[in-house]
T-cell receptor, first 113, second 117 residues
Framework: QKEVEQDPGPLSVPEGAIVSLNCTYS??????FMWYRQYSRKGPELLMY????GNKEDGRFTAQVDKSSKYISLFIRDSQPSDSATYLC?????????????FGKGTKLSVIP | NAGVMQNPRHLVRRRGQEARLRCSPV?????VYWYRQLPEEGLKFMVY????????ESGMPKERFSAEFPKEGPSILRIQQVVRGDSAAYFC???????????????FGEGSRLTVL
C-alpha cells in the first residue's frame, strides 16, 4: 500500500461547478497536510496548508482533514477555467523532518467554460 | 521578485554523460531541498542542504547522484553517467529556516526537465 493515494483523474467539470479532490494516507505520523496546484510544465504552488485535523477556508478553496479516517479533501467552489491544473496533496510528519513531504500522484482537473 | 530559480529548464543528455542542475533559492533563504518527479509518479524527496552542509540525503540514490550548496553560488544537483531511468523533472525548493511547521514554507522552483537519450 502506497503511503499516499490520490486518484489521478482526469476530472472534467463545467465552469461554476463544485470540485471535490481527495487523498487517503496510511502513515499516522503525518501531521501537516498541504494542497499544491501545478500548472503544466510549472512548479508546484502551495494552495492550502493545514496542521492536524479540521477545516480551513481560503476564498473559493476549503481544505478538510479527517485524521481518524486518514482522509483529506480539497473543495473548490465556483470553479473557473483558470483552476485547470494538476492538484497535488502532500503531507509530512511534525518535528525536524517536516520538510520531507510525501506527495500524491496528483489529480488533473479541467474546468470547461 | 526572485523566487526559486532553476536552470537549465530543459536538459538533454546521452547515456553515460553528466547532468548538472542548478538552483538559486529565494533571496534570504538558506535551506534548499531537491525533489524528483518521475513520469506518472508523485514528487519524491531527495536531499536537504544548508550552506556548505548536507543535512539529509536519505532520498538520494547512493550512486551517481551528489548535491552541494556552496557558501557562494547556487545549489548543484549532479548526476554522473546518466541512464534512461534518470529522465524526470527535478524540482528545487527553499525555505527561510528549518523548524516546526516548515512543510508549509517550502517554495518550489519551476523545475529542470532532464531527458536521457
Amino acid at each position: 500500500q502506497k503511503e499516499v493515494e490520490q486518484d489521478p483523474g482526469p476530472l472534467s467539470v463545467p465552469e461554476g461547478a463544485i470540485v471535490s479532490l481527495n487523498c487517503t494516507y496510511s502513515n499516522s505520523a503525518f501531521q501537516y497536510f498541504m494542497w499544491y496546484r501545478q500548472y503544466s510544465r510549472k512548479g508546484p504552488e502551495l494552495l492550502m496548508y493545514t496542521y492536524s485535523s479540521g477545516n480551513k477556508e481560503d476564498g473559493r478553496f476549503t481544505a478538510q482533514v479527517d485524521k481518524s479516517s486518514k482522509y483529506i479533501s480539497l473543495f473548490i467552489r465556483d470553479s473557473q477555467p483558470s483552476d485547470s491544473a494538476t492538484y497535488l496533496c502532500a503531507m509530512s510528519a511534525s518535528g525536524a523532518g517536516s520538510y520531507q513531504l510525501t506527495f500524491g500522484k496528483g489529480t488533473k482537473l479541467s474546468v470547461i467554460p | 521578485n526572485a523566487g526559486v530559480m532553476q536552470n537549465p529548464r530543459h536538459l538533454v543528455r546521452r547515456r553515460g554523460q553528466e547532468a548538472r542542475l542548478r538552483c538559486s533559492p529565494v533571496k534570504g533563504h538558506s535551506h534548499v531541498y531537491w525533489y524528483r518527479q518521475l513520469p506518472e509518479e508523485g514528487l519524491k524527496f531527495m536531499v536537504y542542504l544548508q550552506k556548505e552542509n548536507i543535512i539529509d540525503e536519505s532520498g538520494m540514490p547512493k550512486e551517481r547522484f551528489s548535491a552541494e550548496f556552496p557558501k557562494e553560488g547556487p545549489s548543484i544537483l549532479r548526476i554522473q553517467q546518466v541512464v534512461r531511468g534518470d529522465s524526470a523533472a527535478y524540482f528545487c525548493a527553499s525555505s527561510p529556516e528549518q523548524g516546526r511547521g516548515i512543510a508549509g514554507e517550502l517554495f518550489f522552483g519551476e523545475g529542470s526537465r532532464l531527458t536521457v537519450l
